[in-house]
């Protein structure tokens, strides 16, 4: 038999370590065997890191150049980059099964066997030595860097119990109670957030990644486990909670970088990908309002409110998504329609997931953290304004040039006001968009082939638009948005609309 060659349920087959010498079997070392299946999938043109976009040409390659080079790896980048995503999805670069000694707490390789338990068995059972399979799915160890963490949760730890119950000395090695780093011999470790581990802890792994030596409780063992580390590491986490020391350091082979996504079609494949959004035929969600949700993150990232250093996760914009079909979902049951599409003003139930995923700065906080939200929304609006209609502000530059929006905008300087109301129904919607002198045509003198639901769905969004670059007023109600003229609103005195509900800032 050829061990290369031998399929899987071949594989199960095999018990003992008799039957598994037959077939040729050789010992490998993790990083040879992440490094020789990667080679294959290379040579194969197949995709190794399955779901991940973006990385393509920056984080992907150096991650493969790491494993050629049987590195261990160190990622570093803000939060909600993928990092642990990535370090999830290298254990599709393991052998789908290894044989191990059964009953060995560290997954002895039979013919190559670390613990004094694996080397008994061998001694007692020789080539009957039972052995079972392990799934490359077991070979995974995560573990989240705390301050509590201890060095007994990671290297290990003298186990009164079992010296008790084996009638064992505490000088013999088999009273140790292994950590999670033994135990993840043959295997795939990562640390994630290593740099919030204690500097004692970190000192712990010197040895390990260097020479294999772990020390627990007086014992001095040698046991050259065979393991892949990985560690994440937050920049931000360097400055305000901890950081990695610097023998450390210069033992992790690779520290890639990661980064965020660097286009709105790339955040559009990742949001598309993880929000959890069940499929409903009665919600039409167009294209440019997925543009939409994605802009409020490039925005958020790039505002004066929002703290640079802690970053803003793509889990901004999964969430924001998931707020944003939920909204249009409860207005369409509280309307008892059988089918809608997204509004832009049902970007009002984005607003919690803006807040919650964005740390703020001192001018920031003192903004609060909604209407920070309310106007990240407002610039990714106004963001997406010019991609469909005309720059107002070319327009105020040049005189000469013909006012696309003039009609509108008199309307409203004449006294006159439209609410859009949050749950309002597709009649009530389409009767308040087309009671703007002006609006229909500007967006059939731009989008004339554009069906009847976009056309109402840009008519609502040209009135957001118009007000976030100031030719028009936006007022929140308690169920909905005012529009009216900018200059009017600008003399209204506070508490005037109070009976509407209406608020005295602009917001969104």
Known sequence: MDYLKLTSQQKLKINTLGALKSTGYQPISVKEELRSNLIKKLKNKEQVFEGIWGYEDTVVPDVERAILARHNINFLGLRGQAKTRMARLMIHLLDEYIPAIKGSELRDDPMSPLSSFGKLQIKEHGDETPIVWVHRDDRYTEKLATPDVSIADLIGDVDPIKAATLKLPYSDERVIHYGLIPRSHRGIFVINELPDLQPRIQVALFNILQEGDIQIRGFSLRLPLDIQF??????????????????????????????????????????????????????????????????????????????????????????????LMSATERRLLLSGEKETFTRISDLIGVIPSITGKVELVYEGEQEGAGIVAQNLVGKAIRKEFINYFPDPEKIRKNKEAQNPYSQITDWFGEGNMVDILYDSSFKEYEKALMSVPGLEALVNSYHKKADKTFKLFLMEFALHGLSEYSMLSKHGLERGMQFKDLLSSMFSMPGMGEEDGEDEDDNY
């Open 230 to 323: 990985v560690f994440t590491a937050n920049p931000e986490d360097y400055t305000n909670r901890g950081s990695i020391v610097t023998p450390l350091k210069d033992r992790i082979d690779s520290q890639i970088i990661t980064h965020y996504p660097k286009s709105i079609d790339i955040g559009k494949k990742i949001t598309a990908q993880e929000a959890r959004v069940k499929e409903n035929k009665g919600i039409q969600v167009f294209d440019m309002m997925k543009d939409l949700i994605e802009q409020i993150a490039f925005e958020a990232r790039e505002s004066e409110y929002v703290d640079a250093k802690s970053g803003v996760s793509a889990r901004l914009t999964i969430s924001a998504y998931e707020n």
